[in-house]
């Protein structure tokens, strides 16, 4: 929702000051008629900041004005995702979600199933480490890879939850949001649990692609990758267009070469849907992400993003040469730190941003200015002589 705030704040005192000082520069022989002159002015209104009409203004729907999201999650920490799908995503720059099993996870990598399925390697911590330090985001999978008891009471849901998150952390050293609920089941009791438990965004199955404004960010949906040849490229070409405008959460397990100890389980049994692909297939497939005009980024970062958009407003100032926005929100700013895309409208062609994450000179395209900001922060656009 975007607000232009009809008020204006104090802090604007301080640029018409440093308007007054500019000018005094250039009339050091006559300061105190200058000084008298602006003083008059300001206190009478006519030197204030007018605001920007608010159709000139708006939040981008997604990150740097992308076409739609993208987010690319991992279920289990099979250790094939750190050998083969972990420098595929560095290559292309890609950050992804990787959700693990709290007691399939250990010190070094180790072997480990479900009952009655045979054994496959899982990452340790200095792997999970690793995608930490990089960047991909840890989520939770889990203590154990079964489906949460909806006849359980809600307390005791909550503190398997619990357990799982605290172990990443300590693990970690940072806070985790994101849960991948195991074998994607869920209920309005155990969503309501994962919310208790401190999960902002939990990922489910489905089949379907969110929203710009997902109902619920507890219950996102997903497409999964159920083997090699599904999705194809003609289909996962078709959920990428499908996803203009919306948020497309991919949903994968296992990479194993072709001719692994693991496919050739798979296929002598005629496993259908081995939730399994080849590296090649999904470097292929992360090209055909690259490819779309998409903001592709952890499960986190987009639901950050979303929840910052709704519940930020802006206020929009303007000078004779100079913008001043400040963006506010009541939500924690220590939790929702997620940078927000700004779109202005104007007729300056080149300008000088200062106080953004990224100050430096722009020129406008089609009239139009992006700029990149943090809720709860004030940034000046100065335009360039």
Known sequence: MLIISRSIKLFDLHFQLMNIIDIMKFHKSNKQKVICFFFLLFFSGSIQGQEISSEGVKFCTWFQDKEGAISISFDDACYTQYEYAFPILEKYNLKATFSLVGEWTHNTPTYSSEPNNFE??????NEIMELHQKGHEIAAHGFIHQKYDNLLPKEQIVRQMKDVKELIESKILSQTYTLHYPYSFTSEKIITAAKEAGFLFCRTGMDSINNANPKNMNYLDSKAILNNDTPDSTQLCKWISDAK?????????????????EMNILNAHQVKNTYSLYPKTFESQINLLVRSNYWIAPIVNIGKYVMER????????????KIVVTTNTEMDTSIYNQPLSIKIKTSWEKVVIKGSLNDGVFETTNNYLIITV????????????
């Open 120 to 125: 496959v390697k899982k990452m340790g911590w």
């Open 245 to 261: 405008g919306k948020w497309l959460i991919l949903m994968y397990h296992h990479l194993f070469p072709k001719n692994s100890k």
């Open 310 to 321: 709704n519940n930020t407003k802006i206020q929009i100032l303007k000078h004779r040469r």
């Open 374 to 385: 943090l809720p709860r922060k004030s940034i000046t656009i100065l335009k360039k002589r």
